[in-house]
């Protein structure tokens, strides 16, 4: 199947139970998705969930957010362009908007090159620091 056939396709109602979902969640990967979506679908499948994000995706519907700490595919509701903190921890996702000043000034310290994408800053969360669990 091409992509323009699947960009053409019709919303299912799992299409949009998740982009419901990722409005609430914010970041998500399918399994999150998954156990949040057989609250309403108990028959609901990995394979069916991995489907709907992928047309999401090509849709542009959904986007792609920062790989969780397992690797797996995480997606998120904010379709415009921002940065993200990362807890190293617990793998928590937060938006964050990096500043141009941020940006001049890694550029000055990389010097022969210029950042040019989104940033993901790591570090650990508030709550992770008042449980110890920092590495």
Known sequence: MSSSQII?????????AIEETLKNLHHATNLELLLDLRKLYPSLSITTVHR???????????AFAPL???????????????DHFMC???GLL???????????ILNTLIKDCQVSGRLT??????NCQKGGNNE
Request: net charge positive.
């Open 88 to 90: 190293s921890a617990c």
């Open 52 to 62: 709907a994000t992928q047309r999401l995706a090509l849709r542009h519907k959904i």
């Open 121 to 126: 800053i790591s570090g650990i969360c508030n």
């Open 8 to 16: 053409n396709q019709r919303q299912t109602k799992y299409c949009l």
């Open 94 to 104: 937060k938006d964050v908007e990096i500043k141009d000043q941020l940006k001049l």
């Open 68 to 82: 969780a700490i397992d690797g797996s595919t995480r997606y998120d509701a904010n379709l415009k362009p921002h």
